[in-house]
Nanobody
Framework: QVRLVESGGGLVQAGGSLRLSCAAS????????MGWFRQAPGKERDFVAA????????HYADSVKGRFTISRDNAKNTVYLQMNSLKPEDTALYYC??????????????????WGQGTQVTVST
């Protein structure tokens, strides 16, 4: 299991950009696929993006395609989410998650190996 810590959230105006980071502890980070999820107040936690252990495969929710980019640096044990052209509806608590199974990250929020504590992203009009 890896321990995950997110950072980089904040308040930004619509149209702006933020880059989230998720730092992982442990020497097995490169064994895990990684994902980003978000949860707005009163709503369920939703999938945003995922990346394979090698970084060679990425997946995105339709709502963020073309605006968000997920990447990872296995030498730094870190996964990133570059968010451009932010919209007020992107406002949420953003979480990173890890699992050895990339496909699991795409279909569920239940039973994943590890979660971070979340970082708040607020997009103002």
């Amino acid at each position: 299991q890896v321990r995950l810590v997110e950072s980089g959230g904040g308040l930004v105006q619509a149209g702006g950009s933020l880059r989230l980071s998720c730092a992982a502890s442990g020497r097995t980070f490169s064994s895990y696929a990684m994902g980003w999820f978000r949860q707005a107040p009163g709503k369920e936690r939703d999938f945003v993006a995922a990346i394979s252990w090698s970084g060679g495969t990425t997946h995105y929710a339709d709502s963020v395609k073309g605006r968000f980019t997920i990447s990872r640096d296995n030498a730094k044990n870190t996964v990133y989410l570059q968010m451009n052209s932010l919209k007020p509806e992107d406002t949420a608590l953003y979480y990173c998650a890890a699992d050895v199974n990339l496909n699991l990250l795409l279909v569920t929020t239940q039973g994943l190996n590890s979660w971070g504590q979340g970082t708040q992203v607020t997009v103002s009009t």
